[in-house]
């Protein structure tokens, strides 16, 4: 059962491909960060990642992926397509890719090798793009699908590739937005700028299947953007202000302790409430000032007095507030109107009394000052001594002066009565004790000075600004109502209504002369009291709060960094690389196996530099992923990317690339796009044969500008017997991408370049039988070069039994095939190689000669093909060893 395992084991080892892999690598970047997966998707279809690429990753791992592009099946080949066999037929309908020319039509053989040959510049790259893409093979760096510039307008990509699956055909509608069919991913392309074998930084060859290269560079990505976001936390953190770097404040304090503390979570409001002191806090804070900086004693004393001031003051501006209290103007209301009614009763005694007095109003005030006045006079001055009125005999009226008959005398008499009746002394009672009153509240009143320098001491000595304006508005609205009293009572309007009176602060004025005296209590302390303590926390508190307000805005931005700095610490965890270590391992146990680098010994031996002895070594891992070594296996110490040159560099590119597909069971068709660049001849036709031999088995698409290399590839093609078909791409001044099913001119058999001029010289003859001169001209000039050049290639045809240019082989068994030239043969040639340089210049003397008939040009292509047949037949008669 061991056995029948391991042989399973051994089974899967030899099947395992590179799309097998991508499709393990696809399921298991499910559990993957999101912006992993869509680094994975770049990775899959570009070869290297640009800056642009990391600023996004960067991004998109902050953001936690949002908006990220997954890595999905139809960036990666499908593993399914590996067991069939997929052909190419055809690109076609290609529109605004590059400059290529719509309407076109790029054909492959369906067996064997398609070389398709074009110069550069002639669009052979931009086909090579497109197969690039719909096979789903990674991007070069800067090898974009570009639309064609000079376009009008802007119109789709897009183009048509028909296919073959195991005989079967099939049409892909294919746009430059969206992935091929699935089926064509089975497709293999090469090319060497994304080769599994680089030179790394140590200049060794390291040999690495797309696959793990793939993990190996999401874990490069990885510490890429964890460098970027380690720098960005850095950032934030240099942004950090010196003030909260080493903050000022106290541990203890609650400043202290949520600067302490400060973090992403720490709320705005907090820190501002915080931040803020109203008045009363920052008077506390002054005050708390003095306190611990001043001598207690004499500061207690100062206070002390403070407290008297504010004391006394408070007592006198009550004893104000009180004179005008309802309950006063209610009491002086009360007074005037018991005044009033006494008043009124004593008139009405009067009225009585006096009815038949001659003269009117006797008992009225004005009447009663008058009395009152000869009273005084009489007691005083007239009469002293004798009790008013004085009327024995004799005796004389004190205002008329005469003497009194006893009609006066009785008068006067009951005058005196009247005044000291129980009536009128009710009214002068009530009179005297509304008077005291009024003069109670004059007394009682506080000057504008007064109001003033109590708010000023209430400001500048408690610094209590709200208090003053209290105080204030409390005087000033007190003496308002005093000023309206006083002019209302005067005209005797008991009916008045008073202004309203703003209630004096008793309990703010209180608390400040509670607060003086704990202050005074706490001065008169000892250093080490509880109260001197209290004093300062309380300071501590205070005086690290109006630090905060200096460096709110601060600690505000401090705030929103040290979230950024929580966010990005929380997204570095999606950086780390163990995963990735895990997968490339088991990657590579299955994609770099005995059978692999058994086959990339003998594809190295095939491509002609197994003299150097290479093998793949397993060497050192980057980041957990391994990586394989190109090695010498005589000193597998040595540097190999010192050693091999870019040819051979090459060559070994090419070797694992074959190696790859001979280890897995597909058969589908491969690409090449110029695999022979910066090779020597000799390697070149090694390429050329080992691409031949593949040739046999399956389809090889074969894209060059290397003229000597399609002439290998026709040589191996022939002496191994595969076939080979040849298309060319070229241009025109305004388009590129020009296809024709043939090989270029310089690749065609003689007799086919031959053809092609007498079919050209049919075609265009008409130029000249309309006397189009310049036309015709233009038709003389091409055919008279193509005549030159074909009478050189004539000359090589002749020779090439034993050398041909561009050839690294001299064949001796041809030799006796050139004996068959002649004098005759070389005479001939030059006389017609000379008149084909005659053809327009007839006549050096001439400023316009004449132009040459079709005729003369008809008889130039025929005696060349002439020339050529008949060396040819004499050469096939020679069959020597």
């Not at 993957?32 to 640009?50: E, F, M, V």
């Not at 039994?801 to 001796?812: A, D, F, G, H, Q």
């Amino acid at each position: 059962m061991a056995d029948v395992a391991e042989a399973m084991d051994d089974k899967q080892e030899e099947t395992s491909s590179e799309a097998q892999a991508l499709a393990d690598i696809l399921a298991w970047s499910k559990d993957c960060p999101t912006w992993q997966c869509d680094a994975l998707r770049r990775l899959c279809i570009k070869d290297d990642l640009d800056e642009e690429d990391l600023d996004e990753l960067t991004a998109l791992c902050k953001s936690n992926g949002k908006g990220a592009v997954v890595l999905a099946a139809e960036h990666i080949p499908d593993p399914k397509a590996v067991t069939i066999a997929v052909e190419l037929r055809s690109v076609h309908s290609v529109e605004n890719i590059n400059a290529l020319k719509e309407g076109e039509r790029l054909t492959f053989g369906k067996a064997g090798l398609t070389v398709v040959y074009g110069d550069n510049g002639s669009g052979k790259s931009g086909y090579a793009r497109i197969l690039k893409k719909v096979c789903r093979a990674r991007t070069p760096k800067g090898d974009k699908i570009l639309p064609n510039i000079y376009a009008a307008e802007t119109r789709p990509q897009k183009a048509v590739i028909d296919f073959c699956v195991n005989g079967q055909n099939k049409s892909e509608n294919w746009t430059v937005q969206k992935a091929g069919d699935p089926l064509l991913s089975s497709v293999s392309v090469f090319d060497s700028r994304t080769a599994n074998v680089h030179v790394d930084e140590v200049n060794d060859v390291a040999y690495t299947p797309f696959p793990m290269k793939v993990l190996e560079r999401l874990a490069e990505v990885c510490q890429e953007v964890k460098k970027r976001l380690n720098a960005e936390i850095s950032e934030l953190e240099r942004q950090t202000p010196a003030a909260l770097a080493r903050p000022e404040c106290r541990p203890g304090t609650q400043v202290g302790k949520l600067i302490a503390a400060l973090n992403g979570d720490t709320k705005e409001k907090d820190v501002r409430d915080l931040a803020t002191l109203n008045e009363k806090d920052k008077a506390r804070l002054e005050t708390l000032k003095i306190d611990l900086g001043s001598d207690p004693a004499k500061l207690a004393r100062q206070v002390e007095a403070l407290k008297t001031r504010l004391d006394a003051a408070n007592k006198t501006f009550e004893s104000f507030q009180n004179a005008v209290s309802d309950a006063q103007v209610k009491r002086l209301a009360e007074l005037y109107q018991v005044y009033e009614t006494a008043r009124m009763a004593a008139v009405a005694a009067a009225d009585h009394l006096f009815a038949e007095e001659p003269l009117p109003n006797v008992g009225s005030d004005v009447w009663r000052a008058l009395w009152e006045a000869a009273r005084t006079y009489s007691e005083q001055q007239a009469y002293s001594g004798a009790p008013f009125p004085v009327t024995g005999d004799g005796a004389r009226c004190v205002l008329c002066q005469q003497e009194l008959d006893a009609e006066a005398a009785k008068r006067l008499v009951r005058f005196e009565s009247f005044v000291k009746d129980k009536t009128k002394r009710k009214e002068d009672e009530a009179l005297a004790a509304y008077q005291v009153t009024m003069k109670e509240m004059r007394n009682a009143s506080v000057t504008a000075r007064d109001v003033h320098a109590l708010a000023a001491f209430a400001h500048n000595e408690l610094s209590d600004e709200p208090l003053a304006k209290l105080i204030r508005k409390a005087a000033v609205t007190a003496k308002w109502r005093l000023r309206s009293m006083l002019r209302n009572r005067a005209k005797g309007d008991a009916a008045g209504s008073f202004p309203d009176v703003e209630p004096w602060p008793t309990d703010a004025i209180a608390g400040q002369s509670a607060a003086l005296s704990a202050r005074i209590t706490r001065l008169r302390a000892e250093d080490q009291s509880e109260e001197r303590k209290q004093m300062r926390a309380e300071y501590d508190e205070l005086a690290d709060r109006e630090w905060l307000a200096v460096i709110r805005e601060d600690v505000v931005a401090e705030i929103d960094r040290r979230k950024k700095r929580a966010s990005l610490g929380g997204v570095l965890k999606d950086t780390a690389t163990h995963r990735i270590t895990t997968k490339s391992g088991d990657i590579a146990q299955h994609l770099v196996t005995n059978a692999l680098r058994a086959q990339f010994l003998k594809e190295i031996d095939k491509l002609g530099i197994a003299g150097l002895a290479l093998e793949l070594r397993k060497e050192k891992t980057s980041y957990g992923v391994p990586h394989f070594r190109v090695s010498l296996i005589r000193k597998p110490d040595a540097r190999v990317g010192d050693i091999l040159s870019e040819g051979e560099h090459r060559c070994v590119a090419l070797a694992a690339f074959l190696a790859e597909l001979a280890t897995t069971e597909g058969h589908s068709a491969m690409v090449f796009d110029d695999p022979v660049s910066s090779l020597d001849h000799m390697h070149r036709e090694a390429v050329a044969e080992r691409l031949a031999e593949e040739g046999k088995h399956r389809q090889i698409v074969v894209l060059t500008h290397d003229i000597a290399f399609l002439f290998l590839l026709d040589q191996a093609c022939r002496d191994k017997a595969a076939h080979i078909a040849f298309r060319s791409v070229t241009r025109s001044d305004d388009y590129v991408g020009f296809c024709q099913q043939d090989p270029p001119a310089r690749a065609q058999p003689i007799e086919k370049v031959i053809d092609g001029m007498k079919k050209q010289l049919d075609n265009e003859k008409i130029l000249y039988e309309t006397g189009d001169h310049a036309g015709w001209e233009r038709t003389v000039d091409a055919l008279q070069k193509r005549l030159r050049w074909t009478w050189e290639r004539a000359v090589e045809e002749a020779v090439g039994p034993v050398i041909k240019r561009l050839s690294n082989k001299v064949e001796t068994k041809g030799l006796a095939k050139v004996t068959t030239l002649t004098m005759d043969d070389c005479t001939e040639m030059r006389k017609a190689y000379g008149r084909c340089s005659m053809l327009l210049h007839s006549s050096a003397d001439a400023l316009n000669p004449p132009l040459p008939k079709p005729e003369a040009v008809h008889h130039e292509i025929t005696a060349l093909r002439n020339w050529v047949e008949n060396i040819k037949r004499r050469q096939d008669k020679i069959d020597w060893m």
